[in-house]
């Protein structure tokens, strides 16, 4: 079963918890057993599993600024995302959750974010059950 849904984001760099959208496309899709694929389809945003603690999320936005902070990228030349676009690669635009007895199988503290890398944007987040 395909699904779609759409996030607005409002910071250039933000964390969006999408865990409840997520958990009801599985709900409404009375799969019991298989899997969940939840995929951010751009090239300037990622997928994270991380908990839902705002101390964290800042520490994530903070490690990712300063992970690109001082390079002289040859696309900013061109567009001014380039490290948008190398963030987003090395996280991943994607994750694939277990479903079991109708529900994803997570960790206590793994909540679904989007990561913004590149906002503020309206963001398409694809999600399929098998």
Do not use: C
């Not at 395909?2 to 599985?26: A, P």
Request: no cysteine.
């Amino acid at each position: 079963m395909f699904y779609e849904f759409y996030i607005q984001t409002k910071q250039r760099y933000e964390l969006v918890d999408i865990t409840e959208k997520v958990e009801k496309v599985v709900k409404e899709s009375d799969i019991k057993e298989g899997w969940v694929l939840v995929f951010v389809s751009h090239s300037t945003a990622a997928i994270v599993l991380t908990e839902n603690e705002e101390g964290l999320k800042k520490d994530w936005l903070n490690f990712l600024k300063t992970t690109v902070a001082g390079f002289d990228f040859q696309h900013n030349r061109i567009d001014d995302n380039a490290d948008s676009h190398i963030l987003s690669g090395l996280i991943g635009q994607g994750r694939i959750l277990p479903v079991k007895d109708g529900q994803m199988v997570r960790g206590t503290w793994q909540n679904i974010f989007l990561i913004e890398l590149d906002g503020p944007r309206s963001r398409r987040v694809v999600v399929e059950i098998k």
